[in-house]
């Protein structure tokens, strides 16, 4: 998406605390190419998956209730029992969905999104702990179950398919139907796009449906990195993010920024831009992979314990 890559590097060459390190970006894109590291396969476990209309559904909904999954200061951490495995974060919100939809739940259906109450959103969503922004998610079904009924007739798969087997026009269509996929921001007077959670619809369908079906899309090449809190966690791991002392206390701190704030913003444009540079460097060293194929390594590699030693930042918003 031209905008949010133009955008992302207009902020990365404006930024004050935060900064990309391009010899530890090289390091990491050979030791990607040198151990042969792959895209990580979708997970048919924990996703529910039918083949079918329904499948287009959960992701809809998956994704936009995907955001803010740790804890609140002093709150239990989230987590659920699936399969006798506990899970928390991403994992166990897929989990719920899917657990909702084989108990009969029918959250697959727009009339049922649209009338959604807050306590039968607690039961789907119910474990060890509570997500946070409840009522955030509840109002943003509640709209999204609106939309479908009112435009696409209930139907998610009637959204996806007016987007043409394009990603990019999926994802400015969410950004321009849902105000919850409106991911934007001003930075020093400019308009920052970032799309996470419309951008991640496209690319999960794509995953879902193993480019298939409702996940054919032709332009997957030209999605971004989904800016969220792991992803620069990670690349600050490695080295690959920079920040300057007084963000790298507040985050190691953790302490909160606020949402739209030009440290928060840094952190996600640069976290775009890196992602974005590492696509270059693989191709340059014989490695073609797209951006979103990146992000999933990243994600996945942020799930290991040793990428958590140091803390991710912490924002209170809808939008990761």
Not at 74 to 90: F, N, Q
Not at 109 to 124: M, P, Q, V
Request: aromatic share 12%; glycine share 6%; charged share 30%.
């Amino acid at each position: 998406m031209w905008e949010v890559l133009e955008t992302a590097k207009n902020v990365a060459e404006m930024s004050r605390q935060v900064r990309i390190d391009k010899q530890a970006l090289v390091r990491f894109s050979r030791k990607l190419v040198e151990d042969r590291i792959k895209v990580p396969p979708w997970n048919y476990l924990y996703h529910f998956y039918d083949r079918g209309e329904d499948t287009v559904s959960y992701l809809l909904v998956l994704d936009s209730l995907n955001f803010c999954f740790w804890p609140a200061p002093g709150k239990v951490r989230w987590e659920i029992e699936y399969k006798s495995r506990r899970l928390s974060g991403y994992y166990a919100l897929a989990a719920s969905l899917k657990k909702a939809i084989e108990s009969g739940i029918p959250i697959t259906r727009a009339e049922y999104l649209a009338g959604l109450s807050l306590s039968e959103l607690k039961k789907i969503l119910a474990g060890k702990g509570e997500l946070q922004l409840l009522e955030h998610r509840l109002k943003i079904l509640n709209e999204l179950g609106q939309l479908l009924l009112a435009e696409y007739g209930g139907e998610a798969h009637k959204l996806v398919e007016s987007a043409g087997m394009s990603a990019v026009k999926l994802a400015r269509l969410l950004a321009d139907k849902l105000t919850s996929f409106r991911d934007v921001a001003k930075y020093q007077g400019y308009k920052v796009s970032f799309y996470k959670r419309a951008q991640i619809f496209a690319a999960d369908l794509y995953g879902a449906f193993d480019g298939k079906a409702w996940g054919s899309f032709m332009d997957m090449d030209k999605l971004t990195a989904f800016t969220d809190y792991k992803l620069p966690q990670v690349l600050r791991h490695l080295g690959i993010l920079r920040y300057a002392r007084c963000l790298a206390q507040k985050v190691d701190q953790k302490i909160f920024l606020d949402p739209g704030s030009p440290e928060e913003i840094e952190i996600r444009a640069n976290t775009i831009w890196a992602v974005e540079v590492i696509r270059w460097e693989l191709d340059r060293m014989g490695k073609c992979l797209r951006a979103f194929e990146i992000d999933w390594i990243l994600w996945d590699l942020g799930q290991k314990p040793e990428f958590k030693v140091r803390p991710y930042h912490r924002a209170v918003t809808i939008f990761y």
